[in-house]
């Protein structure tokens, strides 16, 4: 059973879980390749390194280029999802990312969520970010994910509609039934399309669960903090507490079978 545990102590975006993803393995010219089966153009995935506090982490940047981008809704952003050939898995938990956005804006903007627009490259990078998480996780075989509690930013945040408050009313109608804790940070943690990804992937909002870590990613979000703003991604085996094997005893512990109670045929 292979699990990825998202550890979002300095919170979650889009870009920030594609370069957890690329940072922890998955191949970035393979998700490039099978992005562009989505009919979406007029931009250029790029993935550079930085340092966070002396940690290396990918950092994603979806650059647009100026060809004009249609408005699109919810059932146009299906369309793109369903008309490619992706496998069907990827395409049902991408179209219910999109689905638990377009809820959230609607019931902050008082509309039905097919009326909710999609602005021009808003778009764009949602699109690129949903489907890319869902597809690097499929790449890395992950059957289960599971994240740490949310953490939370205060004060304003400039968008498209002028200022509103942090977090973003979106992000909170997301968060619904999700673990979330004040951080005590001026601005954005925690974005609508992280919110979305991490709320509909994660079975739970746990501590660390036991596993046998076989990789870890860092991917970093865009604004330079003082604590190092990333997302750290754990990728592991499934670890059965009851079931130690001899050769996973830490130093100094017996390996002797009667010590668990039964043996091991």
Known sequence: M???????????????????????GVDFDILKEELTKLSVQGYVLRCEKVRRSGITAANIFVDMLDEP???????????VIDNSELPERVKGKSKAVFDRLAIAEATVHDTAPEQVQFHEVGA?????????TVLGLSLLGVQRVYASPL?????FIRCMHGIIPSPAPATLEILHDVPIYGAGIEGEL???????????LAEAFID?????????GYGSGKKVMERPNILRLIVGDKHDQQHHHPHEHKHGESS???????LHT
Do not use: N, W
């Open 208 to 216: 660390m669960p036991a596993l046998v870590v076989k990789k870890v």
């Open 2 to 24: 292979k699990i990825a545990y998202f550890d979002c102590f300095s919170g979650i975006s889009g870009d920030m879980c594609l370069g957890a993803l690329i940072s922890a």
């Open 190 to 200: 925690v974005t609508p399309t992280g919110a979305a990804l991490i709320s509909t």
């Open 151 to 155: 953490p939370m930013g205060k004060g």
């Open 124 to 132: 764009v990078d949602a699109i690129v970010d949903v489907v890319g």
């Open 256 to 262: 002797h079978p009667h010590q668990h109670g039964h």
């Open 69 to 79: 981008q249609p408005e699109r809704r919810l059932a146009d952003i299906k369309q």
